[in-house]
């Protein structure tokens, strides 16, 4: 029996990570272990639907093809527009000794998770060059690098098979990151003692403020107009960035020039006094909005029968990245940011981006957050290097391990 192709518009590819949301809020209030471990909605309710769509494509009944990244992308810089507008002066002074300490520990984890690969798969006689396939290239570098180093790799003389492990194994860690991070998050903060520290803060918190944020059309009207804004404003960055890097063969995400643009947004806020707490609590919203609509279409139109592809001794490779990126953001990453809530949360972050992508990040983060409390500095910190930093540094120790690969063979 021959499957059918079934293509999936924009509007039921959202329609059906609107349906993934809800499932996910639905099994969340049914079982409390979900929110106990800070497990996301967006990821709970779309694995489920991708796990669906799995079965008809193993049965031979359909197999789905996807439009969705253009909605994706505009929700993907609406969030991190949200995420700019809420960096406040103080807030950026704060996070510039935590940027540089974050874009070393970055790329640390990246040249472990190389030298991870090449040694695991040299004990299991893999070609080094794909064994470099479930190294930082699909982990770090998510299904992008996935996509743009694997024929790198081939040219060095890699088998074709190497962009089928890249995207599998970098659907492996999407997978992995999201189930692990909201675990790893309540982990560290109950081990730590931060939630008794939280309590102590909402409760000051609660006692200082005078009156309930009330937020009304006028506000979410603002919020949207402003977020729209500051999108455009990062595509004229972006724009400008690429006119002169592109010669460098450096590109730059849209979305963290999103989020730049958020910034000046919020300067000129905070210039003309009107960041009132209702506005900035409706850009909040807007960004929480847009954040789970994106991870919902991220996880559901994931192909899991991709994963099918990968050998015994490449699942064994990807299980040994997985503990390792664990091991280093609690060693590593949490202590060296200060081994304090904010830490546990950018440690959350490192695990999100350390497996596959920046929004994996945002969405585990957020979860923990929502359990304990929010935690600004994580959430300026984590997608400026995640999203921009990282994304330089892991092609530069890509491209020298490679050539190491290469070597090998």
């Known amino acids: 029996m021959e499957r059918i192709v079934v293509e999936f518009g924009m509007f039921e590819t959202l329609f059906l990570a609107v349906i993934g949301i809800y499932i996910g809020d639905f099994l969340r209030d049914k079982f409390p272990v979900l929110k106990k471990y800070c497990l996301p909605a967006p990821v709970v309710g779309g694995t489920i639907i991708s796990i669906i769509t799995m079965i008809l494509y193993y049965a031979n009944i359909i197999e789905p093809n996807f439009d969705f990244q253009t909605v994706n992308t505009l929700f993907y810089c609406l969030f991190f527009a949200a995420s700019g507008t809420a960096a406040s002066m103080s807030l950026l002074k704060k996070g510039g000794k935590l940027v540089l300490i974050f874009v070393v520990i970055a790329a640390l984890l990246s040249i472990g998770q190389n030298a991870l690969a090449l040694g695991v798969g040299n004990a299991l006689n893999v070609n080094p060059l794909i064994s470099m396939m479930t190294g930082s290239i699909p982990l770090s570098g998510g299904h992008g690098n ?5 024929p790198v790799a081939i040219k060095l003389g890699a088998p074709e098979a190497a962009m089928e492990v890249a995207i599998a194994s970098a659907t492996f860690g999407l997978i992995a990151g999201s189930l692990l991070g909201g675990p790893f998050g309540n982990f560290v903060i109950k081990k730590h003692g931060f939630e008794n520290e939280t309590v102590q803060i909402k409760d000051m918190s609660m006692n200082e403020k005078a009156q309930e944020i009330f937020v009304n059309r006028s506000n979410m009207m603002s ?7 500051a999108c455009g404003i990062g595509q004229v960055i972006f724009l400008i960035l690429e006119h002169f890097l592109s010669k460098y063969n450096i590109s730059i995400p849209i979305h963290v020039c999103a989020m730049l643009g958020g910034i000046l947004v919020r300067v000129y806020l905070d210039k003309t006094k009107k960041a009132d707490d209702a506005l900035i609590e409706s850009l909040d919203i807007v960004g929480d ?8 279409m991220s996880i559901v139109t994931m192909k899991l029968w991709q994963l099918a592809g990968l050998g015994f001794s490449l699942i064994i490779l990807l299980v040994a990245q997985i503990i390792f990126i664990l091991l ?4 590593i990453t949490f202590r060296a ?3 304090n809530y904010d830490a546990a949360v950018m440690a959350v972050g490192h695990l999100g981006f350390g497996t596959g992508a920046v929004p994996v990040s945002m969405t585990t983060m957020k979860t923990v957050c929502d359990k304990y409390r929010f935690s600004q500095i994580a959430f300026f ?7 921009f930093i990282n994304n330089l540094t892991n092609a530069f120790i890509i491209t020298t391990f490679l050539n190491i690969a290469a070597g090998m063979v």
């Open 337 to 339: 940011l200060g081994k």
């Open 223 to 229: 919020a949207v107009l402003l977020l729209v804004t």
């Open 328 to 331: 280093f953001t609690y060693f």
């Open 146 to 150: 996935a996509a743009s180093f694997a």
């Open 381 to 387: 910190v984590v997608p400026v290097i995640g999203g």
């Open 289 to 296: 909005f847009s954040l789970a609509l994106f991870v919902a």
